[in-house]
């Protein structure tokens, strides 16, 4: 069964050090989105990528966060620099529309950032 | 706006015994609903889903849920728990179409299974 792939699965970094993390969707995927998830808490969407466009980034802290997806593949989060805040885990999702134009999220197993 | 409430925190039931996990939605339209599972340190795994139709959807591992319109509620069932059923377990409404899917997820319960 077609997994949707991330790497690194933990990080550990001190404050103000850059961070990214890779995402690899199920093949054929379109959309790819990456959500937070504080601990204790339900994932809260950060960007939404159709191919290789941004559709949906109105909760990325754009001023130390940054998303890209250049070929519509795989996609890269980083974070810069790393605030003490931003522990948690990140996770990334793909879909690919059915038909009545509904579709359903797969997601990867998750980094657990911690930022000491 | 959109918004889910899961109203229990952490759930305990006992091996063999059957669960309810409670689940309302707020949304102006025609909700897409899903229930998805999450093993400490793991991604989400999909249970089950309602795009339309049939009020009534079967999931894996043996989970149900029914979508109750005039209740805005969508809740999770499963006639005898097993002890690997413990884990958080989220709720979450979709938008219907367009160019964003943006899931909104409620705050997750915990079961909790005792041999």
């Known amino acids: 069964e077609a997994e949707v792939a991330q790497s690194p699965r933990y990080k550990i970094t001190e404050k103000s050090q850059a961070v990214a993390f890779w995402c690899d969707p199920i093949?054929?995927?379109?959309?790819l989105y990456w959500y937070r998830q504080i601990l204790g808490q339900g994932p809260e969407l950060l960007v939404q990528?159709?191919?290789?466009?941004?559709?949906?980034d109105s909760q990325l802290p754009k001023d130390r966060f940054s998303a890209e997806r250049l070929k519509g593949v795989d996609s890269t989060l980083k974070i810069q620099p790393a605030e003490l805040g931003d522990s948690a885990m990140y996770l990334c999702?793909?879909?690919?529309?059915?038909?009545?134009?509904?579709?359903?999220?797969?997601f990867g197993p998750g980094t657990r950032l911690t930022v000491l | 706006a959109q918004s889910v409430t899961q109203p229990d925190i952490h759930i305990t039931v006992s091996e063999g015994a059957s669960l309810e996990l409670r689940c309302n939605y707020s949304?102006?339209?025609?909700?897409?609903l899903f229930w998805y599972v999450q093993s400490p340190g793991q991604g989400l795994q999909l249970l089950l889903k309602?795009?339309?139709?049939?009020?009534l959807v079967q999931g894996i591992k043996g989970f149900e849920a029914e979508f109750k319109r005039s209740q805005s509620s969508f809740n999770l069932r499963k006639p005898s728990v097993h002890w690997s059923d413990a884990a958080e377990y989220f709720c979450?409404?979709?938008?219907?179409?367009?160019?964003?899917?943006?899931?909104?997820f409620g705050t997750g319960t915990l079961l909790a299974v005792q041999p």
């Open positions: 990528f159709q191919d290789e466009s941004v559709v949906d």
């Open positions: 093949s054929g995927h379109a959309t």
């Open positions: 309602y795009f339309s139709g049939d009020t």
């Open positions: 949304y102006g339209a025609t909700p897409y």
């Open positions: 979450a409404v979709g938008t219907l179409g367009g160019a964003t899917n943006k899931l909104i």
């Open positions: 999702a793909s879909s690919s529309p059915t038909s009545g134009g509904t579709d359903t999220q797969y």
